[in-house]
């Protein structure tokens, strides 16, 4: 079964820096996406950035880039210089590793808070 | 840009009460999904669908729950008997394949049982 951890319950950035939201996974597929989704206050789920077991380049999206470790099994997320609007919460999640199945398992969730 | 469109936004119902939820996937997407939040929890799958028919199904989908894709273009989530433990966000997404391409999720549906 896979699982997906996120360790830091609420993060603090200052306006301007970067910052680093932790994630790290278990599967026992070889095969896997990865996914990160930002859900502000307002409730949406906005995709930011997909990772690809098989990828050999870490994932990037305009601000946003993945730190993929595969031997660590862990995907972080960068947010470069960090706007007030990135304050959210973050949710890392996999996709499901029984053939298949495509559904995502999300993490506990980051919630990120930029200061001015 | 294509976006999954859900109503209602929020839907408030009597405790033992039927609600159907409502989801208009991106036209081109083959693979639909709903999930649900508890506020404060993390989100939760409860079911995909593909080509007509459930294609997983989760511990939670138990058959208080029933989905449909009644036309071309609408994908339901049904609640029977409501419960107040029902009460939370209920986010659908939709995916173009079965590949590691990224789910996109409506905006969710906030359902309170009263």
Known sequence: ?116 | EPEVTQTPSHQVTQMGQEVILRCVPISNHLYFYWYRQILGQKVEFLVSFYNNEISEKSEIFDDQFSVERPDGSNFTLKIRSTKLEDSAMYFCASGRDSSNQPQHFGDGTRLSIL
């Open chain 1, 1 to 116: 079964a896979q699982k997906i951890t996120q360790t830091q319950p609420g993060m603090f950035v200052q306006e301007k820096e970067a910052v680093t939201l932790d994630c790290t996974y278990d599967t026992s597929d070889p095969s896997y996406g990865l996914f990160w989704y930002k859900q502000p206050s307002s409730g949406e789920m906005i995709f930011l950035i997909y990772q690809g077991s098989y990828d050999q380049q870490n994932a990037t999206e305009g601000r946003y880039s993945l730190n993929f470790q595969k031997a660590r099994k862990s995907a972080n997320l960068v947010i470069s210089a960090s706007q007030l609007g990135d304050s959210a919460m973050y949710f890392c999640a996999m996709r499901g590793d029984q053939t298949g199945a495509n559904n995502l398992f999300f993490g506990t969730g980051t919630r990120l808070t930029v200061i001015p």
